[in-house]
């Protein structure tokens, strides 16, 4: 399931204004391509000035001198949309796109109609108002605004450009593939680190709060049609960075201040479980590393291995309770994860698609409970009951969408979902 927003009067600018960063595959990463304005934004001189004055309080708090001055300036909506349409083209490949729209499909995750890219285009160009570039060390914040307002933007903004100059925020622009868990970790740290930082400096004075709130009530950064309208995977895996990050940054800034949250860009979280229980992340429980073959040949002429990623704690806990509506239950099941990988598969036809899960748990009893919810979802997602239940720990349905086996050995808990006709879902389950 693709990494790549809770109550509508929280969407406010201090998620909006780096929205794009987790999308585009770097923190708040702008494309170093981006035309420059012929005209200068007649706000630019305004935003240089309250650019100065936000950045050194923001030092301030932060505990990060400024080693150089940021450049900044203002643009307009076309600018900052045309900007984001490009960096989505250079940061995804239209077979990346298609493999993750496939993927969330065939999980039941958004409807069979939803297009993946387009929404993705909407959904940022409604809530950009502003972004740091590390790759051109620049600042741009959203004319259409009013500049009070967004002065609590600003301070998020300009903690991504005190992270870059302490940190090197670059160093993630070229993430990994295939390891999409560890990767929004890392961007919980970079997010939830800005976000600590704004709501301190919206706490010093009751002038900043009740501008902040007054954008707020009027809407100043922008429509929340499309984040409404989002599929719940989407929206949550978008706030996730900002709301567990700034949770996850709070823990360690009472643990030791801003030099422990400091120290973890260069200790930094390996997976959603350590950002989801800090403890892990104290005493250094990593995630094990697990592999899923390729059955690309037993499945049959013209399939292939389109895409494989790490799922993690956070999204099996979304996997689950998108059909389960529980997230006490859903929490659980999720609780004891060790590791995971799941790939998907495509055959010739675009009705032929499979996707392969397996999962490592603490404990037996960590991957029975996570076991027994995953056929629960199954019955739900699919409307029909298992054809066959055995007392090993093996539960097989077959649906309109092909054959579906959901296998426990020991803590090791095994999925596939669409065999197609004429292939033995167990076999598949055993090569696993």
Same mark, same amino acid.
């Given at each position: 399931?693709?990494?790549? !927003?809770?109550?509508?009067?929280?969407?406010?600018?201090?998620?909006?204004?780096?929205?794009?960063?987790?999308?585009?595959?770097?923190?708040?990463?702008a494309?170093?391509?981006?035309?420059?304005?012929?005209?200068?934004?007649?706000k630019?001189?305004a935003?240089?000035?309250?650019?100065s004055?936000?950045?050194?309080?923001?030092?301030?708090?932060?505990?990060?001198?400024?080693?150089?001055?940021?450049?900044?300036?203002?643009?307009?909506?076309a600018? !900052?949309?045309q900007?984001?349409?490009?960096? %989505?083209?250079?940061?995804v490949?239209?077979?990346?796109?298609?493999?993750?729209?496939?993927?969330?499909?065939?999980?039941?995750?958004?409807?069979? =109609?939803?297009?993946?890219?387009?929404?993705?285009?909407?959904?940022?160009?409604?809530?950009? @108002?502003?972004?740091?570039?590390?790759?051109?060390?620049?600042?741009?914040?959203?004319?259409? !605004?009013d500049?009070?307002g967004?002065?609590?933007?600003?301070?998020?903004? %300009?903690?991504?450009? %005190?992270?870059?100059?302490?940190?090197?925020?670059?160093r993630?622009?070229?993430?990994?593939?295939?390891?999409?868990?560890?990767?929004?970790?890392a961007?919980?740290?970079?997010?939830?680190?800005a976000?600590?930082?704004?709501?301190?400096?919206i706490?010093?004075? /009751?002038t900043?709060?009740?501008?902040?709130?007054?954008?707020?009530?009027?809407?100043? @950064?922008?429509?929340?049609?499309?984040?409404?309208?989002? /599929?719940?995977?989407?929206?949550?895996?978008? %706030?996730?960075?900002?709301?567990?990050?700034?949770?996850?940054?709070?823990?360690?800034?009472?643990?030791?201040?801003?030099?422990?949250?400091?120290?973890?860009?260069?200790?930094l979280?390996?997976s959603?479980?350590?950002?989801?229980?800090?403890?892990?992340?104290?005493?250094?429980? #990593?995630?094990?590393?697990?592999?899923?073959?390729? !059955?690309?040949?037993?499945?049959?002429?013209?399939?292939?291995?389109?895409?494989?990623?790490?799922?993690?704690?956070?999204?099996?806990?979304?996997?689950?309770?998108?059909?389960?509506?529980?997230?006490?239950?859903?929490k659980?099941?999720? #609780?004891?994860?060790?590791?995971?990988?799941? @790939?998907?598969?495509?055959?010739?036809?675009?009705?032929?698609?499979?996707?392969a899960?397996?999962?490592?748990? =603490?404990?037996?009893?960590?991957?029975?409970?996570?076991f027994d919810a995953?056929v629960?979802?199954?019955?739900?997602?699919?409307g029909?009951?298992?054809?066959?239940?055995?007392?090993?720990?093996?539960?097989?349905?077959?649906?309109?969408?092909?054959?579906?086996?959901?296998?426990?050995?020991?803590?090791?808990?095994?999925?596939?979902e669409?065999?197609?006709?004429?292939?033995?879902?167990? @076999?598949?389950?055993k090569?696993?």
């Open positions: 399931m693709s990494k790549k !927003i809770r109550a509508r009067n929280l969407l406010t600018p201090m998620f909006v204004a780096a929205l794009a960063a987790l999308l585009l595959a770097g923190a708040g990463a494309s170093s391509q981006r035309a420059k304005p012929a005209v200068v934004n007649p630019t001189a935003v240089r000035e309250a650019t004055e936000v950045l050194r309080e923001t030092s301030e708090l932060r505990k990060l001198p400024v080693l150089r001055q940021v450049r900044s300036g203002a643009q307009s909506r600018e !900052i949309e900007m984001l349409v490009r960096n %989505l083209n250079e940061s490949t239209a077979e990346e796109m298609q493999a993750s729209e496939t993927t969330l499909k065939k999980l039941g995750m958004v409807p069979q =109609d939803f297009q993946l890219r387009s929404f993705l285009i909407k959904l940022l160009a409604e809530q950009v @108002a502003g972004y740091y570039d590390p790759k051109t060390q620049e600042f741009y914040l959203a004319d259409w !605004i500049l009070d967004q002065r609590p933007v600003m301070a998020h903004e %300009l903690t991504h450009a %005190l992270q870059d100059q302490h940190f090197n925020l670059r993630f622009d070229k993430w990994p593939k295939h390891d999409s868990d560890a990767e929004l970790s961007h919980s740290l970079i997010e939830g680190d976000s600590l930082v704004m709501m301190q400096y706490m010093r004075s /009751p900043r709060q009740l501008s902040f709130m007054k954008s707020m009530v009027t809407g100043g @950064a922008g429509s929340t049609d499309q984040i409404e309208k989002a /599929p719940r995977v989407l929206r949550e895996t978008l %706030l996730f960075p900002y709301f567990q990050g700034m949770n996850w940054v709070s823990q360690l800034y009472r643990r030791g201040g801003w030099d422990e949250v400091s120290a973890a860009f260069t200790k979280p390996k959603t479980e350590q950002l989801l229980h800090a403890d892990k992340y104290f005493a250094g429980e #990593e995630p094990r590393k697990v592999a899923v073959k390729d !059955i690309s040949n037993v499945l049959g002429k013209g399939w292939h291995m389109a895409d494989n990623d790490v799922e993690g704690e956070w999204g099996y806990y979304l996997l689950l309770d998108e059909f389960l509506n529980s997230s006490d239950v859903s659980r099941a999720s #609780e004891g994860w060790g590791g995971d990988r799941y @790939a998907l598969f495509m055959g010739p036809n675009s009705s032929d698609v499979l996707v899960q397996k999962s490592v748990w =603490d404990t037996d009893g960590d991957a029975r409970e996570f995953y629960k979802r199954t019955t739900k997602r699919y029909v009951e298992p054809s066959e239940v055995a007392e090993s720990g093996r539960q097989v349905w077959r649906t309109k969408e092909g054959g579906v086996c959901v296998e426990l050995t020991g803590a090791t808990v095994l999925v596939v669409g065999v197609p006709e004429g292939v033995d879902a167990k @076999a598949l389950v090569m696993l």
